[in-house]
T-cell receptor, first 115, second 113 residues
């Protein structure tokens, strides 16, 4: 297993365009998280899935953001009508629930720059 | 709600110096505690963890002890190397349910030769 994989690693887009990121979690992990990280800050929670169900969304996740996890495997995060304030590193993490105190494993992130 | 507070950075040290990065937390119950490390342009890597009071997590010469009485999980290393230069994040997660890992703001460590 190669760990959590995110694509693309970098994305530059013009303001107003739509972008989509993909996350492939560790294969047996049933929980998947999306976080956003801006310069000098820690990861901020956006949303998470338990299998294919999206169970919680942060108030940071505006209507322009949507996430899916069809079939409980990979996940996509789409941002519509991007704004300059969306520029950040988007991190995906996965974990295996059902075990006590399990940690989250992170991908390398997708760095979004909106120009 | 849950929260993690870390000391402000950057922490600047010479090689072979002793490192301490302070972390305190607020959470209901008995969370698990973690230290993650992030190298430039990369995602977060788990460095060490502790799951109950008085547990000591250790890895690559780094250590942290879960202190319930002071709600702290300070990161220490006896002799830092230039390659330890990175950003370190303290995090917590309560067991079970929908509890979500919560991170501190991170502390940048710069080690000079």
């Amino acid at each position: 297993d190669t760990g959590v994989s995110q694509n693309p690693r970098h994305k530059i887009t013009k303001r107003g365009q739509n972008v989509t990121f993909r996350c492939d979690p560790i294969s047996e992990h049933n929980r998947l998280y999306w976080y956003r990280q801006t310069l000098g800050q820690g990861p901020e929670f956006l949303t998470y899935f338990q299998n294919e169900a999206q169970l919680e969304k942060s108030r940071l996740l505006s209507d322009r953001f949507s996430a899916e996890r069809p079939k409980g495997s990979f996940s996509t995060l789409e941002i519509q009508r991007t704004e300059q304030g969306d520029s950040a590193m988007y991190l995906c993490a996965s974990s295996l629930e059902g075990q006590v105190n399990t940690e989250a494993f992170f991908g390398q992130g997708t760095r979004l720059t909106v120009v | 709600g849950d929260s993690v507070t870390q000391m402000e950075g950057p922490v600047t040290l010479s090689e072979e110096a002793f490192l301490t990065i302070n972390c305190t937390y607020t959470a209901t119950g008995y969370p698990s505690l973690f230290w993650y490390v992030q190298y430039p342009g990369e995602g977060l890597q788990l460095l060490l963890k502790a799951t109950k009071a008085d547990d000591k997590g250790s890895n690559k010469g780094f250590e942290a002890t879960y202190r319930k009485e002071t709600t702290s999980f300070h990161l220490e290393k006896g002799s830092v190397q230039v390659s330890d230069s990175a950003v370190y994040f303290c995090a917590l997660r309560r067991a079970g349910g929908s509890y979500i890992p919560t991170f501190g703001r991170g502390t940048s460590l710069i080690v000079h030769p």
